[in-house]
């Protein structure tokens, strides 16, 4: 689980934003990472990629795809890193205190053979 804190903003449907998180990978030289936010949000379909500032370190970009609830204060989906198999869910929640989000990680488990 990887918990960080983003700012999301929206404005006719575009959404846009910037994280910070910690670093998890094992080495990293960097202890926060930063990262900018692009979507768009439809009705209640929310989806955006986030992309790290500085890519590197085992980082570049994720996907995210969700829905928001009628309160517009949780937003619950799926992360996934492009061109692997990893992917999670994930859930944003706004509250008066700096917003959080919860991440899992899951692998892709390949078929028996």
């Keep these: 689980m990887v918990t960080f804190l983003a700012t999301l903003i929206e ?27 692009a979507g768009h949000r439809s009705g209640s379909a929310v989806s955006f990629v ?3 500032e500085p ?4 980082y570049d970009t994720v996907s995210y795809e969700g829905l928001v609830n009628a ?6 989906g799926r992360w996934r890193l492009p061109g692997t198999t990893l992917s ?3 859930l944003m929640v706004r509250s008066t205190k ?16």
């Design 11 to 37: 404005s006719g449907g575009a959404l846009g934003g910037n994280v910070t998180e910690p670093c998890i990978m094992p080495g990293c030289p960097l202890n926060i990472h930063n990262a900018s936010i």
């Design 71 to 76: 309160e517009a204060t949780e937003i619950d």
């Design 50 to 52: 986030k992309r790290y």
């Design 55 to 58: 890519p590197g370190y085992g």
């Design 98 to 113: 700096p917003a959080q989000s919860i991440a899992t990680e899951e692998r892709t488990k390949e078929p028996a053979r």
């Design 88 to 90: 999670g869910t994930f």
